[in-house]
């Protein structure tokens, strides 16, 4: 292959870490439980559970599959239908804008990292010279506060004191030199853990991906000693039937499945793509998305024991302290902490955790963008080091944009619109092309042939009917949900890019418009295992030549 072999993994273990890494994210922490008490407790868990096994796992599947099977990134795997070739650039630059911003996230905790070592922690009293007038600290005495204009020190010190925050996203203001400078300090680690791509990686998620559940599960059994811990996991676990009934609260389900497991980002494509020819990747499939949900469900008990516990020593409703995304993370939990025995032991392990779910997710969104342009021009894969120095300092000069006093705006904005339509509709794409126009038959016989096991009807039977189904709602859904000219061009901005390719595609395929369009639909000459000796063998299974089963055994035995 020109440009040099492509890149594998040292173990399936690193693999199947990598992918978790990916998959449970800050997401997992600040959304899920939000979400859960939302719309139902428990009875949220059913569409939850529902959508991770119809719809989550046989997306992963199918991604990882067609990864491996052509050693391919998010751009090079679309060559098995190159009219949608455009769905790979549009998970780029989706995994380009979503870095833009997620790198700043993983500064915030940083910055808190470095505060949790004074002692009292400065966002626990109103006695600072960044408070307001307006501050008032959770108590009985000032909980009524909360509901009129009141603001807690937690959230003073986030958005006042580490922020600076602007009021609108039409004040950018300048840059905030603390936060531009953990932003650097993140990259730098970024980079330095990834130079040497799945050779360093690998080794990395032992510790990234481990350490977050050890925190988390001492977290659990800390919060569940608290007072009012029960009353929190109550609050979030008790079931709401009625909820059932609303048809949001199952599209919330198979929304936060889909964002929170991966499929459509290119990141799992990516990883699949470094795994060896004859991996069974069914039950890793299977793991990842499972992991990932449990995950979320375990960091809704550890938040919301120490919620309750909040709630009750303030003596307020537990809906008052009960916030989704960055608030909750960065205001609610620390004013949490700081309630605690050793609160600054707490917020430390607490900020380390944060930034270690972050990052991981962070080095495979990365991988993806380097993998894509590197599938694309093989020769620059001897040069890959500095490839990825250079990706990585340009994003790290495109997210400067989110260090600013407005930071946050943008912050907000780029996270609720960047994946609405572009995400389901890349998965769609996805599934037209392998089960619809490579055809059933061709995709169940290199998947027998890959892993020498028959593909099991039940798969084809989700990825040509129900799995598009959902895809379709969500598609329909997430396009009501956005707002303004900003939100609208954030959510179609990756999007443009599947038209622009298939009609460039075709201007430039020469025949009858029918004839380019069949032409277009067919896997180029690009597709297939990348592998010279394995390819052989697959050109002749196509042919007839011998057995399947024979060919895959055949080819392991060479290897």
């Known amino acids: ?15 199947l870490l990598s992918c978790l890494g990916y998959a449970v994210g800050i997401g997992n922490l600040w959304r899920f439980p939000y979400l859960c008490y939302r719309n139902g407790g428990g009875a949220f868990l059913i569409p939850y559970l529902l959508t991770l ?13 067609l990864g491996q099977f052509a050693s391919a990134g998010c751009i090079s795997v679309f060559n098995i239908t190159p009219l949608f070739k455009g769905a790979g650039y549009t998970m780029v630059v989706l995994n380009v804008i979503a870095v833009i911003y997620f790198a700043v996230l993983m500064a915030y905790p940083i910055l808190y990292i470095y505060h949790s070592f004074s002692s009292p922690l400065p966002w626990q009293d109103c006695g600072n010279s960044w408070n307001t007038d307006r501050c008032a600290e959770i108590t009985s005495n000032s909980s009524l506060l909360l509901n009129g204009t009141a603001k807690t020190p937690e959230d003073e010190f986030f958005h006042i004191r580490l922020l600076q925050m602007s009021p609108n996203i039409t004040q950018i203001g300048g840059i905030v030199w603390p936060v531009f400078w953990c932003n650097l ?49 109550l609050y979030y676990v008790l079931p709401d039937w009625s909820q059932l009934c609303k048809p949001k609260v199952w599209v919330d389900a198979a929304t936060q499945v889909f964002f929170s497991v991966g499929p459509g980002w290119g990141g799992l494509v990516s990883m699949a793509s470094f795994n060896r020819f004859n991996y069974d990747n069914l039950r890793s499939s299977i793991i990842i998305p499972v992991v990932c949900c449990g995950t979320s469900i375990l960091a809704g008990f550890v938040v919301f024991s120490v919620l309750g516990f909040a709630a009750e020593r303030a003596g307020v409703p537990i809906g008052e302290v009960a916030t989704a995304g960055p608030g909750l993370a960065f205001v609610t939990y620390p004013a949490a902490v700081a309630m605690m025995p050793a609160p600054n032991f707490w917020a430390i392990i607490f900020f380390i955790m944060l930034f270690s779910l972050g990052i991981d997710s962070m080095f495979v969104t990365i991988e993806a963008v380097i993998s894509g342009i590197l599938d694309e021009f093989p020769q620059l894969r001897t040069k890959k ?43 769609f794409l996805e599934l037209l092309a392998a089960a619809y126009l490579y055809g059933p038959k061709n995709t169940a ?24 189904t959902i895809l379709l709602i969500m598609i329909a859904y997430s396009l009501s949900q956005a707002s303004g000219i900003a939100g609208w061009f954030v959510a179609l901005i990756a999007v443009v890019f599947v038209p622009i390719h298939a009609v460039r595609l075709l201007f430039k395929t020469k025949g009858s418009f029918k004839q380019r369009l069949q032409s277009c639909c067919q896997p180029n000459n690009l ?7 394995i390819r052989i063998c697959w050109e002749a299974a196509k042919r007839q030549t011998f057995p399947l089963e024979a060919t895959a055994n055949s080819v392991q035995r060479k290897k």
């Open 1 to 15: 292959m020109a440009g040099g072999p492509h890149e594998r993994w040292s173990n399936q273990l690193e693999y």
């Open 53 to 65: 096994s119809i719809c989550a796992i046989p997306l992963v599947y199918l991604e990882t599959t």
């Open 185 to 233: 300090i993140a990259w730098i680690l970024v980079y330095l853990s990834i130079s040497n791509g799945v050779k360093s990686v690998g080794k990395i998620v032992y510790i990234t991906v481990s350490f977050p559940y050890i925190v988390l599960l001492a977290l659990l059994v800390r919060g569940t000693t608290l007072p009012g811990a029960w009353q929190g996991i």
């Open 385 to 427: 080091r500095i490839i990825t120095f250079v990706t990585c300092v340009c994003l790290f000069c495109l997210s400067i944009i989110c260090t600013t006093r407005g930071g946050l705006h943008i912050v907000d904005l780029l996270d609720a619109h960047v994946a609405i339509v572009s995400v389901p509709l890349v998965c």
């Open 445 to 468: 016989a290199d998947m027998e042939f890959m892993t020498g096991r028959p593909l099991k009807k039940i798969w084809m039977v989700l990825w040509r009917y129900v799995v598009p």
């Open 527 to 533: 597709w297939g295992p990348a592998e010279p000796d």
